[in-house]
């Protein structure tokens, strides 16, 4: 059974950095499309990030391109999200997904996705 668990999440201030980490226990993580999402309290669903197809083609979320950057560690089956300039709208539960099998341009949707993470919180306040 595969499992994705994400960490890092934390309390920042504005303008801060925070790296969060998901890993993957249970299957191989350079054999899916891996994404990132994001969802803050009251609204829906938002992708922040995704690295997809046997090249690796890495995509970012308007809100966010410029100052997160993906990147993934197939040695240690983990993939990482690099926040930077983070912002208070950025403030949400930060969740890591996959989806087998997905070649297409852009990130996969957030409904398509095989299996998630339980998610970690960011809270971007002064």
């Known amino acids: 059974q595969g499992r994705l668990v994400e960490s890092g999440g934390g309390l920042v201030q504005p303008g801060g950095s925070l790296r969060l980490s998901c890993a993957a226990s249970g299957f191989t993580l350079d054999e899916y499309a891996i994404a990132w999402f994001r969802q803050a309290p009251g609204k829906e669903s938002e992708e922040v990030a995704c690295?997809?197809?046997?090249?690796?083609?890495?995509y970012y979320g308007d809100s966010v391109r410029g100052r997160f950057t993906m990147s993934a560690d197939n040695a240690k089956n983990t993939v990482a999200l690099q926040m930077n300039s983070l912002e208070p709208e950025d403030t949400a539960v930060y969740y890591c997904s996959v989806r087998e099998g997905y070649e297409g341009i852009g990130c996969p949707f957030a409904t398509s996705m095989d299996l998630w993470g339980p998610g970690t919180l960011v809270t971007v306040s002064a």
């Open positions: 690295v997809v197809g046997r090249d690796g083609r890495t």
